[in-house]
Structure formats: C-alpha cells, structure tokens
C-alpha cells in the first residue's frame, strides 16, 4: 500500500493564481481531512471528508474548496491564492474519525 | 488560551536520559493522540487513547480524563527520537467531534 499520497511536494504560486493540491489514499479509509501547519501553531483543520459525496468545513476554511467524488481522492482547491495561504499542507485519512490517522508528507506552498 | 497546551515547548536531553512530555486540554474528549513529526516533516500516528496507558517499545503515553492531562515518556532516548511531538485532542462536543484540535508541539532533541 502507498498510504497517503499528495502531489505536488513544492509549489510556488504568485497571488491571485489557482490551484489544486491532490490527496490519495488507497486503504479504503473513509474519513478524510486537509490541515495546514504554520510557524508557532499547531496543525488547523481546512476541511474534512466522512465518506464520498460529503464534506464539511473545518476551522479555517476560507480561500479553500474541496470535494470527494471517490473514496480515494480528496484535493484541495485554492481559488485565489493569497500569501496568507503560504504554508505546509497536510492531507490525513483514517477508517473513521475515532481512528487513528494516517498523513500523507505535505505540500510546501509559497505565494509570493 | 488554547485547548490544548504542551509542556515543555523545547527539550533537549542527553542519549539515554528519560523524557516526559506534558499536554494538557481543556475540553471534555473522546481521544487523544499522539503523534511524531520527522525533521523531514513527515508526521506519524505513535498512540491514541481514551483512557489508562498504552506502550510501544520505549515510548509510552499516560491520560488521566479526571484531571484532563496526557503524558508521553520515552525511556532510553536516542537520537533518532529527535522530533516534534504534538498532542491533539478529539472534543465531544457536537460536529465539533468531528476534529482534532492540535497543541504546537515539543520540539525534542537528543543529543549522543
């Protein structure tokens, strides 16, 4: 098993710019999520997934879109990209959200 | 103040020496994790746990719900334990169940 895949590991992006950062996971897991870490924070949750067809919004959703239209892909849409949105992103599954979690090894995003 | 709060936020330790990593929380859970960032920045699932202790190896993680404090200890230290160690805790209340509210982390090094 690959685990939990994201692409691309680096991106530079200038503002106003879109793009999407892609999340796979081949277990089968239902319970999907996007997290962003920045400098003297912890990890803060974008959106989340509980099955195919559902999202939600997590604490720090603004400027982001997401949709899951299959059990194994979950990206992440920014739709204009600011340098706010500068950060590590990490995409994370799990069988159920009382499971552990599996991350996938980030996305390293600069907006300039 | 954030939910959840780790002790101390900097830790360094000589190869063989005992290691004890504070989180404490404020809000009622049903989980708390446990997890491990590579200075590479991948990040590892080490415990999750609801109750008592659990131990894998040298690593092993304490809660006590009553007085809303985890503990996670490392005995034998080496320098591959060298990492950040990040406590996140899952609330009960309402959707926000849903997710995991994260501490900043430790940031451990050990030295040989």
């Known amino acids: 098993n690959a685990g939990v895949t994201q692409t691309p590991k680096f991106q530079v992006l200038k503002t106003g710019q879109s793009m999407t950062l892609q999340c796979a996971q081949d277990?089968?897991?239902?319970?999907m999520s996007w997290y962003r870490q920045d400098p003297g924070m912890g990890l803060r949750l974008i959106h989340y997934?509980?099955?195919?067809?559902?999202?939600d919004q997590g604490e720090v959703p603004n400027g982001y879109n997401v949709s899951r239209s299959t059990t194994e892909d979950f990206p992440l849409r920014l739709l204009s990209a600011a340098p706010s949105q500068t950060s590590v992103y990490f995409c994370?599954?799990?069988?159920?959200?009382?499971?552990?979690?599996?991350f996938g090894p980030g996305t390293r995003l600069t907006v300039t | 103040k954030n939910e959840v709060e780790q002790s101390p936020q900097n830790l360094t330790a000589q190869e063989g020496e005992f290691i004890t990593i504070n989180c404490s929380y404020s809000?009622?859970?049903?989980?708390l994790h446990w997890l491990q960032q590579h200075p590479g920045g991948g990040i590892v699932s080490l415990f999750m746990?609801?109750?008592g202790k659990k131990k894998h190896g040298r690593l092993i993680a304490t809660i006590n719900i009553q007085e809303k404090h985890s503990s996670l200890h490392i005995t034998a230290s080496h320098p591959r334990d060298s990492a950040v160690y990040i406590c996140?805790?899952?609330?009960?209340?309402?959707?926000?169940?849903?997710?995991?509210?994260f501490g900043e982390g430790t940031q451990l090094t050990v030295n040989p």
């Open positions: 994370a599954s799990s069988r159920d959200r009382l499971y552990e979690q599996y």
């Open positions: 277990m089968n897991h239902e319970y």
């Open positions: 996140a805790v899952r609330s009960v209340r309402g959707t926000s169940g849903s997710r995991l509210t």
């Open positions: 746990l609801s109750s």
């Open positions: 997934s509980v099955g195919a067809g559902i999202t």
């Open positions: 809000v009622g859970i049903s989980a």
